[in-house]
């Protein structure tokens, strides 16, 4: 895939999960869509693949989810497709439970004819309606931190998590699509929401008491490089995280002891270090892998995920693997749900 899914070393029971949006090369009559949909259905059940797809005026938008290895099959064939153009991936990242668990291949959307009914909409009781629209809302805010709260609620009231993941968050995901289908959401908008509902369904799969799920904020140490005087991309950093309700510390150290001294007071579970994304310093790689390194000795008893940030990054000059980071983001977008999963792995181990 885009970002080496298949290939990274990943557990054999994790999902790699990927959205994307591309635009149809001709406009397809609603036959067109049901053959396509069948012949996607029988694929994806032959690969163990699940999703949703949106088509509306001419653009589709996708989310899959199913083994790296699969994924990693199916996204050939995808990006090979002569129906569809200007593919663009707007997330990929590993998670360790399903969204579309009972969804070979959904489909929902419009033509320009009328609405596409290729799936019957479900009536949801409406106590659970209720819970469903609360779920969507936090999503669309990134309020991983609600969520939580949500879940543990949810867990209090004697819900199962098989529950909980059926009637509430597969249908939350529904609702995210049809907010797109709507106009009331951009695709940023639903692919954030989708993968905080992701984040929510592991959380009550895998955190083995209420009480667990509903602490389960995370800290995040946003600090520049030591010795680097460009600050932007960790100021706006720093917005996302307080957003998505992260507890935020910011460093700005003058030197490697300065960074290290931080993180053995503050003990965080994501730890960012950003160098200029303004002006390309290739010669800094090398002080920022022993910012890395020590970083990690640091933080050895509080096992901390790594990122690293700037233009070199952006521009794919260098790589995490470059500097022994966990995670290099090319922009600010989804970083916080990016750290949030890989804080969750770093959890389960």
Not at 319 to 336: N, P
Request: charged content about 20%; proline content about 4%; hydrophobic content about 45%.
């Amino acid at each position: 895939m885009t970002g080496g899914l298949a290939d990274n070393g990943v557990a054999a029971d994790w999902i790699a999960c990927l959205t994307y949006k591309s635009s149809a090369t001709a406009s397809p009559a609603a036959g067109d869509l049901d053959l396509l949909v069948a012949k996607a259905r029988a694929r994806n059940r032959s690969l163990g693949v699940t999703g949703m797809l949106l088509f509306e005026d001419g653009h589709f938008l996708q989310t899959l989810e199913g083994s790296p290895a699969a994924l990693e099959t199916l996204w050939s064939s995808i990006r090979q497709d002569s129906r569809h153009n200007h593919i663009e991936v707007l997330s990929e990242h590993i998670v360790t439970a399903r969204l579309f668990s009972d969804w070979d291949l959904l489909l929902d959307g419009r033509i320009n004819d009328g609405p596409l009914n290729l799936r019957a909409a479900v009536a949801l009781p409406p106590a659970v309606a209720e819970h469903v629209a609360h779920l969507v809302e936090l999503s669309l805010n990134a309020d991983d931190l609600g969520l939580n709260r949500l879940m543990a609620a949810f867990a209090d009231d004697g819900w199962t998590a098989d529950a909980i993941v059926s009637l509430l968050i597969e249908p939350a995901g529904r609702a995210l699509g049809d907010a797109w289908l709507d106009d009331e959401c951009s695709e940023i908008d639903l692919t954030i929401g989708l993968s905080m509902l992701q984040l929510a369904g592991h959380a009550v799969r895998y955190s083995p008491s209420p009480q667990t799920i509903r602490n389960s904020r995370y800290r995040v140490l946003l600090a520049t490089a030591p010795g680097e005087p460009h600050m932007l991309g960790t100021t706006l950093l720093a917005d996302q995280f307080l957003a998505s309700g992260w507890q935020v510390d910011m460093a700005f150290p003058a030197s490697e002891e300065a960074l290290t001294n931080q993180i053995n007071a503050q003990h965080p579970d994501a730890l960012d270090i950003g160098l200029s994304d303004a002006v390309p310093r290739p010669h800094a790689l090398t002080q920022l892998r022993s910012a890395v390194e020590h970083s990690r000795l640091v933080a050895a008893e509080h096992p901390t995920v790594i990122s690293v940030g700037g233009r070199l990054f952006a521009e794919a000059t260098a790589t995490a693997r470059t500097v022994g980071a966990d995670y290099a983001r090319s922009d600010v977008a989804g970083t916080s749900i990016k750290l949030a999963e890989l804080v969750q792995r770093n959890r389960q181990r």
